[in-house]
């Protein structure tokens, strides 16, 4: 049972940044996509950044040139890097993965969200 762990959330002022970090565990294989998703109360739950094993990426147009995501696939964490941050960016950061099982089924992995709050 594949489990993805959050840490790094809190409250930040406008312009600071935060370093999200999840890193999963229970799987022995290394997750093929991993990333970012955010939810805003009210909100649609959308994807900020993803990367693949080969290191493809690609992020929400409103945080292109702030935000950047990397990963350790040895370690099957990923990281998001957070600056310039905004009021705008407030909302509950979830991880992702997935990854094809043996049978070509694609499976989806969700981490438990961790809050990041833009305000000062």
């Known amino acids: 049972q594949v489990q993805l762990v959050e840490s790094g959330g809190g409250l930040v002022q406008p312009g600071g940044s935060l370093r999200l970090s999840c890193a999963a565990s229970?799987?022995?294989?290394?997750?093929?996509?991993m990333g970012w998703y955010r939810q805003a109360p009210g909100k649609q739950r959308d994807l900020v950044a993803g990367?693949?094993?080969?290191?493809?990426?690609n992020y929400l147009d409103s945080v292109k040139g702030r935000f950047a995501i990397s990963r350790d696939n040895a370690q099957n964490t990923v990281y998001l890097q957070m600056n310039s941050l905004k009021p705008e960016d407030t909302a509950v950061y979830y991880c992702?993965?997935?990854?094809?099982?043996?049978?070509?089924?694609?499976?989806?992995?969700w981490g438990q969200g961790t809050q990041v709050t833009v305000s000062s």
């Open positions: 229970g799987g022995i294989f290394t997750i093929y996509i």
């Open positions: 992702y993965g997935a990854s094809p099982n043996p049978s070509g089924v694609i499976d989806e992995y």
């Open positions: 990367i693949t094993t080969g290191g493809s990426t």
